[in-house]
């Protein structure tokens, strides 16, 4: 009996320490378990509760930067027959202006900002009208001589200019010394800092851009403009051929591709403002006269169509303002712009070309 006993007693002893050892381990998994919760509530709580889609970067107008304070810089470039072909590094410029000069001839004014294109030119001398340009992109004007009369409007003007201080000359082209001078933005710049010569704009832009893509196909007396003629004199016309792949203008000079002395590559456009103001001899040299300020009519082309347009400049010095026939000032696609001034009556045509 007393054996019996002890078995019981001592298999309710071993019960008891089963239970107890169960209990203990279902409190010690509770104790966990919550433990473990609460701390995964805990992160959970001290993270985002959405995650933020990565931001895409900031669409930016690429021919210039916008915001930049830097002052535009004019350069004066030959455009006689003789040099055509030895021209550099007018791709660079957002603004090119041609316009005629004596003889029949014409001449560009290139206007670059924040540029450090290594050669320039060729470099040719300052003409009245040209002055009313630079001043409207707020330019310091870089130019070899010019008539008597801009270089007394240079100076009444008050105008930042850099007459032959900053040109080397390339004798190696074998060119007459007059077509030989090019300059260096770097020349530029060091010589606009030794001269201390205001570098920061005190004018906006000229032109607006627009990020996205341009289409005037839809637009108010649109044409499709796949070829392009603007004919200067007898001497000298200049046309303009759409890519489509590319979606620029290729610039040709009577019937021949313009191209960059360095680069071999031809020059090319994003936008061309054309339009036509009188133009006159006032010597025996044949320097001319252009009636540039008051109103006119015109037409904007990009991306293969072109519109109507309107200009308006109310003094040599205020800026061109370009509108649409509805009075709305134009947007330019993000790209140079060829600004093409042509004498009244002469050739001007739409895709009537044989290119």
């Not at 350069?75 to 660079?92: A, E, F, H, P, R």
């Not at 560009?108 to 001043?135: C, E, H, P, Q, W």
Request: hydrophobic fraction near 35%; aromatic fraction near 10%; charge should be positive.
């Amino acid at each position: 009996m007393r054996k019996n006993r002890r078995k019981k007693k001592k298999l309710k002893k071993s019960v008891k320490v089963v239970m107890i050892s169960i209990l203990l381990f279902l409190a010690l998994g509770i104790v966990f378990f919550f433990t473990k919760e609460q701390e995964i509530l805990e992160n959970k709580h001290n993270e985002p509760q959405t995650k933020e889609k990565e931001k895409e970067p900031e669409k930016k107008v690429q021919v210039i930067d916008v915001n930049s304070k830097s002052r535009n810089i004019a350069v004066m470039i030959n455009n006689i027959k003789t040099v055509w072909g030895y021209q550099s590094g007018l791709q660079d410029a957002h603004i090119i202006y041609e316009i005629i000069a004596e003889g029949g001839i014409t001449r560009f004014m290139a206007v670059f900002k924040d540029k450090d294109t290594a050669r320039i030119g060729t470099i040719r001398s300052a003409r009245i009208y040209y002055l009313d340009y630079a001043l409207e992109n707020d330019a310091i004007y870089v130019h070899i001589g010019g008539s008597k009369e801009a270089l007394r409007d240079i100076k009444e003007l008050g105008m930042a200019d850099l007459n032959s201080e900053v040109t080397f000359r390339d004798k190696s082209l074998g060119l007459a010394y007059e077509h030989t001078a090019f300059a260096s933005m770097e020349k530029i710049k060091d010589r606009i800092q030794k001269r201390k010569i205001r570098n920061t704009k005190e004018k906006d832009d000229l032109l607006n851009y627009s990020i996205e893509e341009i289409d005037l196909s839809k637009m108010e007396g649109s044409i499709k403009a796949d070829k392009v003629l603007i004919q200067y004199s007898g001497y000298k016309d200049t046309a303009f051929v759409y890519d489509e792949n590319t979606k620029v203008y290729k610039r040709f000079q009577n019937d021949k591709a313009h191209t960059d002395y360095v680069t071999k590559e031809q020059y090319t456009a994003k936008n061309i403002i054309t339009y036509q103001v009188k133009n006159a001899s006032y010597d025996s040299y044949g320097r001319q006269y252009l009636e540039n300020t008051g109103t006119g009519n015109g037409y904007y082309i990009t991306n293969g169509y072109a519109v109507p347009i309107k200009w308006k400049k109310d003094k040599r010095e205020s800026q061109t303002v370009y509108t649409y026939l509805n009075g709305e000032e134009i947007t330019v696609n993000d790209g140079n712009t060829h600004i093409q001034i042509q004498p009244k009556n002469k050739k001007f045509m739409i895709n009537e070309l044989n290119y």
